[in-house]
């Protein structure tokens, strides 16, 4: 158990809808970050968030946004769905800015279907 | 009446026998989906159709948009293959593109 939750475990959009997936952080975490990981791939960074600004970003469309609350809790949202966006999303809260070469306590994943 | 409805509702079969589910529906669509879920939840998209025919491995999956009715069959079936078998089907006449589900097929297959 990391601490991090993340909701919901499962979900089925279709192509064209928009999705939000939600991230509670470790206690004393402010610092969240965003993995997309498709199957038989390993994760790719979406963007970083630390007291509730964007901090990173890595090579995804604006279509996927984010929010981080005064709780630290995180949304990831993503517009106008494609088959592509199936995969696993992860959140990861750490201590800190930046999570460069900090631990990372990872959650257990929302899976997104689209079909 | 459902608009989609699936046969049978609970499946149980000895490892090794072909195995047939069903599924119609009854509103014009643009494509047929049969997903698999496993007893942990995990949700896998088997097969696209909007018409014909496809195989991946031992599943086949056959459609006949006539006659408004799709069959999902698995060869030489497997323990492994146990989990609910779920048809949904997308309206065309939905600009929201919403699924319409069927109650899903209960398979066991037994050693």
């Known amino acids: 158990e990391t601490g991090v939750t993340q909701s919901p475990t499962h979900l089925i959009k279709t192509r064209g809808q928009q999705v939000t997936l939600r991230c509670s952080s470790q206690?004393?975490?402010?610092?969240v970050s965003w993995y997309q990981q498709a199957l038989g791939q390993g994760p790719q960074f979406i963007f970083q968030?630390?007291?509730?600004?964007?901090?990173g970003r890595g090579n995804f469309p604006p279509r996927f946004s984010g929010l981080q609350f005064p709780n630290y809790s995180s949304e990831l949202n993503v517009n106008a769905l494609e088959l592509d966006d199936s995969a696993l999303y992860l959140c990861?809260?750490?201590?800190?800015?930046?999570?460069?070469?900090?631990?990372?306590?990872f959650g257990p994943g929302t899976r997104l279907l689209v079909l | 009446k459902n608009e989609v409805e699936q046969s049978p509702q609970n499946l149980t079969a000895q490892e090794g026998e072909f195995i047939t589910i069903n599924c119609s529906y009854s509103?014009?669509?643009?494509?047929l989906h049969w997903l698999q879920q496993h007893p942990g939840g995990g949700i896998v998209s088997l097969f696209m159709l909007s018409s014909g025919k496809k195989k991946h491995g031992r599943l086949i999956a056959t459609i006949n948009i006539q006659e408004k009715h799709s069959s999902l069959h698995i060869t030489a079936s497997h323990p492994r293959d146990s989990a609910v078998y779920i048809c949904a089907v997308r309206s065309f006449m939905d600009s929201n593109y919403q699924l319409i589900w069927g109650a899903g097929t209960k398979l066991i297959i037994k050693p």
């Open positions: 509103v014009g669509i643009s494509a």
């Open positions: 206690s004393g975490h402010n610092t």
């Open positions: 968030y630390y007291r509730e600004e964007e901090n």
């Open positions: 990861a809260s750490s201590r800190g800015g930046t999570a460069k070469g900090k631990t990372q306590y």
